[in-house]
């Protein structure tokens, strides 16, 4: 069973259209949630880090929010150029540092 | 601000060869890992480190030996490659706090084939 799961696999917007990408855990004990954006041939670029239910954080038209179950991240009006794919991780207790990725949404964001 | 240095970008290896695969980060961070990233699989995390001369296996660490004898070098070593392990290759690293998660620094990967 996966610990994080991301859906959908992949979102096609037209410019403007504003949509949320969903990440869901399973794990207990979570010490910190990330949101990533990966472009093609690239390494993941952080955005995000989210520590408790309730907080969240803008960065231009991205939106992250946290649940004690999930978190999205929110869309709004976007562009061309935010088509990348998007990825959320998680840290938790007993897990040391390290970091359970999800699967990863694709992004495309149609002109 | 390099950041984390991979290299090389791009290597072809023949089955049943070795190398090793680079990685040098700048931000004296004491936390180090290794992820290889193959389609529909996501990020899988093979090695890590949590400060020099500490090291332990992640979720797919076989075929793969790992060493840290400085804080800001973490070579992944493939000893016999296999077709398998054809993917790209992610080194990154972070600064550890206690009871908290705090956010990796990827580098720009290694794209590895084995034929």
């Known amino acids: 069973e996966d610990q994080v799961t991301q859906s959908p696999e992949a979102l096609r917007l037209q410019e403007g259209e504003s949509s949320s990408l969903n990440c869901s855990y399973t794990?207990?004990?979570?010490?910190?949630l990330f949101w990533y954006r990966q472009d093609p041939g690239k390494g993941p670029e952080f955005l995000f880090t989210?520590?408790?239910a309730g907080e969240e954080k803008e960065k231009e038209r991205l939106k992250a929010t946290l649940t004690k179950k999930e978190s999205f991240l929110h869309i709004t009006a976007p562009k061309p150029e935010d088509s990348a794919t998007y990825l959320c991780a998680v840290g938790y207790q007993g897990g040391s540092e390290k970091l359970v990725f999800g699967k990863g949404t694709k992004l495309t964001v149609n002109p | 601000n390099a950041g984390v240095t991979q290299t090389p970008k791009f290597q072809v290896l023949k089955t049943g060869q070795s190398m090793t695969l680079q990685c040098a980060q700048d931000?004296?961070?004491?936390?180090m890992s290794w992820y290889r990233q193959d389609p529909g699989m996501g990020l899988r995390l093979i090695h890590y480190?949590?400060?020099?001369?500490?090291?332990d296996q992640g979720e797919v660490p076989n075929g793969y030996n790992v060493s840290r004898s400085t804080t800001e070098d973490f070579p992944l070593r493939l000893l016999s490659a296999a077709p398998s392990q054809t993917s790209v290759y992610f080194c990154a690293s972070s600064y550890p706090t206690t009871g908290l998660n705090t956010e990796a620094f990827f580098g720009q990967g290694t794209r590895l084939t084995v034929v």
């Open positions: 480190s949590v400060g020099a001369g500490i090291t």
């Open positions: 989210l520590y408790s």
């Open positions: 794990v207990s004990g979570l010490r910190g």
């Open positions: 931000m004296n961070h004491e936390y």
